[in-house]
């Protein structure tokens, strides 16, 4: 959880720097100073999701010596974006492999089970073979499985025009509750309500656990909880499987 966060920081904080290494750079960190360029001092909590969301990022603008220093956020060019993009795609491909789940072992043919989604759409990967399924188990009060989500959207876009992938997010909470969270934090992975039937059929033991079936119906690879370069491994098993 904090992992991501952490990785996310430092990319901002060092990527703009002026590559000096003789002075040591002031922390974006909860103690910095964060405004907007009209001079507004943004809450560590806002500032954060907004790095975060990969389109912003803050430059120093005052080092204050002895007390937090100050740093200027601002929304990023889409080339910018595109160089933060590729260097953090480099930082987190040198990263360890995240954990296997224990649920799951790579290379075992996945248990398939006939299932339905919110919108009433209905799935038998057993009859409907040939695909790369991707499945997402969490719950609405699980917090690394809400942090994730921008992510897991950014995921399900960039693979969109694929018929070939398919994106499940078992829940374990209710249609109505989930129709409510929802409105207010879209998840753009096919979801399955009332999934404690498949979490318990699998052995799921903690949240949020990955996994990603091959075309020939076997397990490529599983991650159980949220490591800073989780996704980053879901969208690299895709990949090789396509």
């Known amino acids: 959880m904090k992992k991501t966060s952490l990785l996310i920081i430092l990319l901002f904080s060092f990527y ?21 360029e009209n001079g507004s001092v943004y809450p560590y909590a806002i500032w954060k999701k907004l790095l975060e969301t990969g389109q912003y990022s803050a430059k120093l603008v005052a080092r204050n010596d002895g007390v937090a220093p100050e740093f200027q956020l601002y929304r990023m060019t889409a080339e910018q974006m595109e160089v933060y993009r590729k260097r953090r795609a480099e930082m987190l491909a040198k990263l360890p492999q995240p954990r296997s789940s224990e649920a799951f072992t790579d290379g075992q043919k996945f248990k398939f089970e006939k299932m339905k989604d919110l919108s009433g759409n209905k799935y038998d990967f057993k009859t409907d073979t040939g695909k790369v399924v991707v499945f997402n188990f969490w719950f609405i009060n699980c917090p690394p499985c809400k942090k994730e989500i921008p992510e897991l959207n950014d995921l399900v876009e960039k693979y969109k025009e694929n018929p070939n992938v398919k994106f499940i997010a078992i829940a374990l909470d209710d249609s109505y509750s989930l129709k409510n969270f929802l409105k207010l934090s879209p998840f753009n992975y096919n979801i399955v309500p ?14 949020p656990t990955h996994v990603v079936v091959g075309k020939d119906g076997t397990v490529k690879f599983s991650t159980m909880g949220l490591a800073s370069n989780t996704v980053y491994w879901v969208d690299k098993v895709i990949k090789e499987q396509l």
Not at 16 to 21: A, M, Y
Request: aromatic share 14%; hydrophobic share 25%.
């Open 16 to 36: 703009f720097s002026n590559g000096q290494t003789a002075v040591k750079q002031p922390k974006l960190d909860e103690n910095a100073v964060v405004k907007d």
């Open 194 to 207: 009332d999934g404690r039937y498949f979490s318990d059929k699998y052995d799921i033991k903690g949240y």
